[in-house]
C-alpha cells in the first residue's frame, strides 16, 4: 500500500443518532464517486474516513474527488510504511522533504493504536523531530503554531505519515437533506446556487428551459457544460430541457408587456414543480438575489412564488453581484456563464418591466391564457440528459 487518502468529518459528526446514517451516505457517495478509479476499500473508523486503494488506482484523482465531496471539512494525503521508527523517518524525508524546505516552522505529532510500537507516541515524534531538525537546520520547531504538521500514525497493520490536512469541501453529505429542483439557467448565479444548496445536502435535479428556435443549440450545450462543472459536488446530475417556446409565444401575444418576465417565472415555478412532485423533491431552488432584476424585487419574488407550494430556496438571496461572482470564479462555472448565448429570458425580456406587480393584476394577466394545457404540453416536451 503506497497511500491512502484520510477524510475528517464535519458538521455532520454533531448529528447525534443521526450520524451513523450520514456516514453511511457519505461512504456510498465517495464509492460511486471513485468507481471509476479503481477498486477502493472505504470505511469509517474513529470519525475517520480511510480511502484505501485495492491494487491500482490513481490516487491523485481519488485526493481530488474526495476534496469535492460534501460532508468532509479536512482530508489528507496520507503515506504509508512499515512500522519501525526508521521506516517511518524514511517516508517522511521522501514524501515531505519539499514541504520542510519551504517552511519556516514546523511540528511533529504522533499516535499509535498499537501500543506493542517500542517507541511511545511522544518518542517517535521527538526521534522524528530531532532528525529532521538536523537534516532541514532552516525549519525551526514550533509546537505551538507551526506552519507544517507533520502527522505519524502507527495503527495495527501499518504506519503511515501526512504533512496536515487540507480544507475539504464541509457541508453535508448530498442526499442527506433530501431532493431539490433547482432552476438551472445559463447564467452566473443559477450554478453557484446550486453548489450551495448541494453543499447543504441536496440531492439536485437541474431544470433548464429552452426556447428553439429562439435560443441555440449553443445554448443548450452551455447548460450542460455548466452541469458538467457541477457533476463532482452533486454526485449524479440529469438535467430535464423543457421547450419553453409556446409558452413564451402565448404569452407574448396575450399579456400586457411589462408582465411578461413575471408571468413566464410563474409558469417555470409550475412546471418545477410539478417535477418536484414527481421526484418526491421538498423544494426548488433558484440563483435570484434581492433587487438585482426587475423580477427580483420583493413584490415579483412574492408573486413569482405564490402560484406553487413548495417553498423556493434563494441562497443568493443577500450575496451582491460581485459575490456571487468571486464564487462563480472559484467553483470554475464563471467563463462558460460568460459566453454569450441567448436565454430563453433574454430573447423576450420587456423594455420596461414591472417592478412592483399586484397579483391581481397577474391572475388577470394569465386568465386568457390555457395555463393547465400549456404546463402539459411543456412538460411532456421533456428530455433527459444525464452530464
Ligand atoms: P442567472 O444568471 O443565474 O440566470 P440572472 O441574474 O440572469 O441569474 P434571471 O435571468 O432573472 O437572473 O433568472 C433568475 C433565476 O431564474 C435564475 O437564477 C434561474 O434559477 C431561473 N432561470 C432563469 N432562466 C432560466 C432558464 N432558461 N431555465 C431554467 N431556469 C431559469
Ligand atoms: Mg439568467
Not at 423594455?351 to 386568457?368: F, G, M, W
Amino acid at each position: 500500500l503506497d497511500s491512502i487518502v484520510l477524510l475528517k468529518l464535519g458538521e455532520l459528526v454533531l448529528k447525534g443518532m443521526n450520524r451513523r446514517k450520514f456516514e453511511e451516505r457519505l461512504i456510498g457517495n465517495l464509492k460511486r464517486k471513485l468507481y471509476p478509479l479503481g477498486r477502493f476499500h472505504i470505511y469509517s473508523a474513529q470519525s475517520v474516513i480511510f480511502v484505501e486503494p485495492l491494487g491500482e488506482c490513481d490516487m491523485d484523482a481519488a485526493t481530488e474527488l474526495c476534496s469535492k465531496t460534501f460532508g468532509v471539512i479536512s482530508l489528507a494525503r496520507a503515506y504509508c510504511c512499515d512500522k519501525t521508527p526508521e521506516a517511518i523517518l524514511a517516508r517522511v524525508l521522501e514524501t515531505l522533504s519539499d514541504d520542510m524546505r519551504s517552511a519556516k516552522s514546523f511540528k511533529v505529532e504522533s499516535r499509535r493504536s498499537d501500543k506493542r510500537f517500542p517507541l511511545t507516541s511522544i518518542q517517535l515524534s521527538q526521534y522524528i523531530g530531532g532528525e529532521l531538525n538536523d537534516a532541514f537546520p532552516e525549519c525551526k520547531v514550533d509546537v505551538h503554531n507551526p506552519e507544517l504538521k507533520i502527522v505519524a500514525e502507527v495503527r495495527d497493520n501499518l504506519a503511515y505519515v501526512h504533512g496536515g490536512n487540507i480544507r475539504g469541501a464541509g457541508g453535508l453529505p448530498v442526499g442527506s437533506s433530501g431532493r431539490a429542483v433547482a432552476l438551472l439557467s445559463g447564467g452566473i448565479d443559477s450554478p453557484v446556487a446550486i453548489h450551495m444548496m448541494a453543499r447543504r445536502g441536496l440531492n439536485i435535479i437541474p431544470l433548464h428551459f429552452i426556447s428553439p428556435p429562439y435560443t441555440s443549440e449553443l445554448a443548450k450545450e452551455k447548460v450542460l457544460s455548466l452541469a458538467k462543472i457541477l457533476l463532482p459536488w452533486c454526485e449524479k446530475l440529469v438535467v430535464h430541457l423543457v421547450k419553453f417556446t409556446r409558452i413564451q409565444e402565448e404569452i407574448r401575444s396575450n399579456c400586457p408587456e411589462e408582465l411578461f418576465t413575471i408571468i413566464s417565472r410563474r409558469f417555470m415555478a409550475r412546471i418545477a414543480e410539478r417535477l418536484a412532485r414527481y421526484h418526491g423533491a421538498g423544494s426548488i431552488i433558484t440563483g435570484e438575489s434581492l433587487g438585482q432584476v426587475a423580477s427580483q424585487t420583493q413584490a415579483a419574488i412574492a408573486v413569482s412564488e405564490e402560484c406553487v407550494s413548495l417553498p423556493v430556496l434563494r441562497p443568493l438571496i443577500g450575496l451582491d453581484k460581485s459575490e456571487i461572482v468571486i464564487r462563480a470564479r472559484e467553483l470554475g462555472t464563471l467563463e462558460t456563464s460568460e459566453l454569450p448565448y441567448e436565454d430563453c429570458c433574454t430573447v423576450f425580456t420587456p423594455r420596461h418591466p414591472k417592478t412592483n406587480p399586484r397579483l391581481q393584476e397577474i391572475l388577470d394577466a394569465e386568465s386568457v391564457l390555457d395555463i393547465e394545457y400549456l404546463i402539459d404540453e411543456a412538460y411532456a416536451s421533456m428530455e433527459l440528459v444525464e452530464v
